[in-house]
């Protein structure tokens, strides 16, 4: 893991939807672009929520090879920050392992989760383009952008449930002194080594750690400090 790719995979973090490209089966060899929400996964890798019907699906299932760009809307959208994650698509097997953090970023989708030709697929990265900025230009091997596999995903689902009915007052708290946002209605809907996302006013707020963390223990040390900084 490197410094750009840690800034990479944190930029990535930031959003949820994105354009997933496919090498079309209809138009032989030409590239088929489509609107894509996403989540990326504890590791950094993205997971989407898609049709068997779908333009797209078809493509996968005969060429998995794909990409995704994320960039978050800017009025001149040259200049924004993007990353652009090359890599090949898999199918994964259930619906109830990646479900539950999927639908708590984008709940818009139950329905379409509750169909049965709806499916999760991941794109494992194989190379990595990040644009930060004018001049900032990057090649990532993924490597440096993916973090490995750690205990926090099994514990997330506990720390989410903590902290939504036990310190909802930190989450305003966190909310106010990171974001300048007061608000009364917080929910924490994800948290991951790079940090976590508090859902208030409709819309998702991101809040970062200062360092990578690996479990519920150092989860509760970095959420002790940032509420600790808050009252300061």
Aim: include cysteine; aromatic fraction near 8%; charged fraction near 25%.
């Amino acid at each position: 893991m490197s410094a750009l790719g840690t800034e990479a995979r944190r930029f990535a973090r930031g959003q949820t939807q994105g354009v997933l490209s496919t090498l079309s089966l209809r138009i032989e060899g030409h590239p088929f672009g489509s609107v894509a929400p996403f989540v990326l996964d504890h590791t950094g890798r993205p997971v989407i929520l898609i049709s068997d019907l779908a333009e797209h699906t078809r493509n996968l299932k005969a060429d998995p090879r794909c990409s995704l760009i994320v960039q978050p809307y800017s009025p001149d959208m040259q200049v924004a920050g993007r990353v652009t994650l090359v890599g090949r698509a898999e199918r994964l097997p259930d619906k109830d392992t990646p479900g539950p953090r999927y639908l708590r970023y984008h709940p818009q989708a139950e329905s379409y989760f509750a169909m049965h030709d709806f499916a999760f697929w991941r794109i494992e990265p194989l190379r990595i383009r990040y644009i930060g900025g004018f001049g900032r230009i990057h090649w990532i091997e993924p490597e440096a952008y993916l973090l490995a596999e750690g205990a926090l995903a099994a514990q997330e689902g506990d720390i989410l449930a903590h902290m939504n009915e036990d310190h909802r007052h930190n989450l305003r708290d966190y909310c106010r002194h990171v974001h300048g946002v007061q608000t009364e209605t917080v929910e924490m809907v994800g948290i991951d080594p790079d940090g976590f996302d508090v859902r208030t006013n409709g819309r998702i707020l991101r809040f970062d750690f200062p360092a990578p963390i690996a479990d519920a223990q150092a989860a509760r040390v970095a959420l002790v400090e940032l509420a600790r900084r808050c009252r300061a």
